[in-house]
Each structure stands twice: as structure tokens, then as C-alpha cells.
């Protein structure tokens, strides 16, 4: 990888960057509430069946498919993708959850590392945020390999800092579950690119419920 597209990847997909990851647990917050996440050991399994079977695999999907779009300049195709990446989130703060963030990372890389690619994500509305990393991706002629790797640990990572704080865990317990979740992220983004967009779809049926629960859950500090 080039210099400049390593230190890229690792700007877009810091915790620092201003996409409001921070805010988002997706599901994570109501399942501590319940009681189904309560040890590292637990916050794992979730993450890896997210991986597995649920918004990690479909993201992987969604931005193989994004990638490969924008690499060839076809706009009704990304227009495909964006679309039913705007519609498979089961519930509204689940919708939200990537949409905002897209939304966010378009606006923030947009306007620091502009690219004649990336005017394909101002051709409709909110951008779901797989498609959106995907296509800035391509546009700067950074690989699907490194980029959909970069993005799910991204992913990943962000959901360890929510059960670290949620639990609560200790930094080096939410290091050693980063760490655990290596192989799982290497499995997906090797096999989601040849994957189908009809397969993208979430069988996480609990985080569906976790998130359909946090919107009336009483007291909560995130989004999702």
C-alpha cells in the first residue's frame, strides 16, 4: 500500500474521525441493560455473530459492491447499492446509525481529501456509511483488500470501546477482545467480495430487538 493511502485509512477509520461513531452501540447498550452482555467474553461472541451473520457481513458486501462501482465510474449501479443499503436496517436508530455516520464521513473526507470519484456520492441523498467509505476508497485508488479490512476492524472496534464503556471492562480486556477479533474480520473480508449484493441482509434477529428496545429504554447514553 502507498504511504499517503495507509496514513488515509488510518484517519478515516480512527475513532477521532467526526462520523459520531462514538455514539452508536448498536444494540450493545440495551443488551448490557438486559443482562446478555455482562463479560468480555460475551461482548465478543456478540461482535463476532454481528461479523458473522449480521451488519459486519453486510456492510462487507455492501462496500465490495460500492467499491467495485465507483471504480468504474457506474453511477446507476452505486445508485443499486446505495439504495438497498438505505433500506435493509431493521429499525429507525439502526437506519440512522449508518446513514448519519455516511453521511458524516462524505462531508468530513469530502472536504479534506477531495476526489473527482466522490462526486458520485453528492448525486442523491444520505449515503449509508459502507457505501460512502467504499466509494472514497475507490476514488483514491486504495485497494478492496485494504480498504474493506480497514473498515471492519473500524467497525469492530468502535463496538469494543461501547462495551468497555458499557459494561464496564478494562482497556486491556477491550485490547484483548480487538485483538480476538482479527481472524474473524480476515475471514469476512476475504470471502464478502465475491458475495452477491442479494445476500446482504443481517440474520442478528436479538440486535434487531436490542435496538427496537432502546428506544424507549429509560435512561441511555447512546444512539443505538
Known amino acids: 500500500m502507498a504511504d499517503a493511502s495507509l496514513l488515509r485509512l488510518l ?5 477521532g474521525f467526526p462520523v459520531g461513531a462514538y455514539s452508536y452501540s448498536h444494540g450493545i447498550e440495551y443488551g448490557v441493560a438486559a443482562g446478555s452482555i455482562d463479560n468480555a467474553e460475551s461482548l ?10 449480521g451488519a459486519g457481513r453486510c456492510d462487507a458486501i455492501l462496500f465490495a459492491h460500492a467499491w467495485r462501482a ?5 453511477a446507476l ?10 433500506a435493509l436496517p431493521a429499525t429507525p436508530e439502526l437506519a440512522r446509525e449508518t446513514l448519519q455516520q455516511g453521511q458524516a464521513f462524505v462531508l468530513a473526507a469530502g472536504a479534506a481529501w477531495p476526489a473527482r ?39 469492530a472496534a468502535n463496538l469494543v470501546s461501547a462495551g468497555v464503556r458499557l459494561i464496564p471492562l478494562g482497556q486491556t480486556q477491550g485490547q484483548r477482545i480487538v485483538a480476538a477479533l482479527e481472524s ?11 458475495a452477491p449484493l442479494s445476500s446482504a441482509g443481517s440474520g442478528t434477529w436479538i440486535i434487531d430487538w436490542c435496538s427496537m428496545q432502546h428506544e424507549t ?4 447514553l447512546f444512539r443505538s
Open 11 to 15: 484517519a478515516w477509520m480512527s475513532p
Open 44 to 53: 465478543l461472541a456478540w461482535i463476532e455473530d454481528v461479523l458473522a451473520c
Open 70 to 74: 465507483a471504480r468504474v465510474d457506474d
Open 77 to 86: 449501479r452505486l445508485a443499486e447499492v446505495a439504495e438497498l443499503a438505505a
Open 117 to 155: 470519484g466522490m462526486a458520485l456520492l453528492r448525486r442523491g441523498g444520505s449515503v449509508a456509511y459502507p457505501v460512502a467509505v467504499g466509494v472514497t476508497c475507490a476514488a483514491h485508488g486504495i485497494s478492496l483488500n485494504d480498504g474493506l479490512k480497514a473498515y471492519l476492524h473500524g467497525f
Open 184 to 194: 474473524p474480520i480476515l475471514r469476512l473480508a476475504a470471502v464478502a467480495p465475491q
Open 217 to 220: 429504554q429509560h435512561t441511555r
